[in-house]
């Protein structure tokens, strides 16, 4: 029943109008004063199973955990490719050295921290369960703070 209502809201988000879309997930606020959260997922062009694993629970816990501070626009999730050009800056700006999760906070559209989730490494083949209670607890608490 759960993956059917999931699945339900996966394709009713699908069918959004772009604008709404790039609203709901685009880029944090440049002139808000207000604490903007993104839930960023770093890749390479070249992506094994495992990576789009990580990629596809991270999305699904933030999308379904974290439905309110989306819809206040205070949290977007955003998969990037580090590997096109005009993303090469988040390597240095995120210290990126391979696919990451991160949860970073943003204040007048500047990046002022960010939390690497590296565990989803070992929780990712081991336990989807705690997979998904890692890396909801550790968004949870970030945005909390």
Not at 79 to 103: G, Q
Request: proline share 4%; aromatic share 14%.
């Amino acid at each position: 029943m759960k993956k059917q209502a999931i699945s339900w809201i996966l394709a009713a988000l699908a069918c959004l109008p772009l604008s709404l879309s790039a609203a709901v997930w685009g880029s944090p606020p440049q002139d808000s004063q207000r604490a903007h959260f993104v839930v960023y997922y770093f890749h390479g062009k070249f992506r094994c199973a495992t990576c789009l694993k990580i990629e596809r629970l991270a999305g699904q816990v933030v999308r379904e955990a974290f439905v309110g501070p989306i819809t206040r626009g205070l949290l977007d999730w955003k998969a990037v490719d580090v590997d096109l050009p005009d993303n090469k800056h988040y390597a240095t700006e995120f210290e990126l050295s391979s696919p990451t999760l991160i949860v970073a906070r943003f204040e007048s559209g500047t990046v002022q921290e960010f939390r690497k989730l590296d565990r989803v490494w070992q929780f990712v083949d081991a336990d989807e369960r705690k997979f998904e209670s890692y890396v909801f607890e550790e968004i949870d608490r970030f945005i909390s703070k």
